[in-house]
């Protein structure tokens, strides 16, 4: 599956940003789904993850209760909308594809087979 992601940009401290991510191919609907990001400087961390249903999401503690992961099988799509948006949030957020992973605990990268090219995200204090 090939993955490309949009609606990054620069906002300040407190507000709200959506990012999308768009799939191709007919097998969307079997593949968990995940966000990462990725600091200039640090690693690149996971964020959230969805399983390939919907039913089940998981969350790092640092975006728990502000991110929320969704996904829409029949327009091939995994969003994530972000709340009250902290400048430690500035980072390149990458969506990728995973047959192995299943949102109980944090996704490992080595999990997830396809991604997407990042988007930027700034926010601002």
């Known amino acids: 599956v090939q993955l490309q992601a949009s609606g990054g940009g620069l906002v300040q401290a407190g507000t709200s940003l959506r990012l999308s991510c768009a799939a191709s191919?007919?097998?969307?609907?079997?593949?968990?789904m995940g966000w990462f990001r990725q600091a200039p400087g640090k690693e690149r961390e996971f964020v959230a993850g969805?399983?390939?249903?919907?039913?089940?999401?998981y969350y790092a503690d640092s975006v728990k209760d502000r991110f929320t992961i969704s996904r829409d099988n029949a327009m091939n799509t995994v969003r994530l909308q972000m709340n009250s948006l902290k400048p430690e949030d500035t980072a390149v957020y990458f969506c990728?594809?995973?047959?192995?992973?299943?949102?109980?605990?944090?996704?490992?990268?080595?999990?997830?087979?396809?991604w997407g090219q990042g988007t930027q995200v700034t926010v601002s204090s």
């Open positions: 969805i399983s390939w249903n919907g039913g089940s999401t």
């Open positions: 990728a594809a995973s047959r192995a992973y299943f949102p109980r605990s944090p996704g490992r990268e080595a999990d997830f087979g396809s």
């Open positions: 191919g007919r097998s969307f609907s079997s593949y968990a």
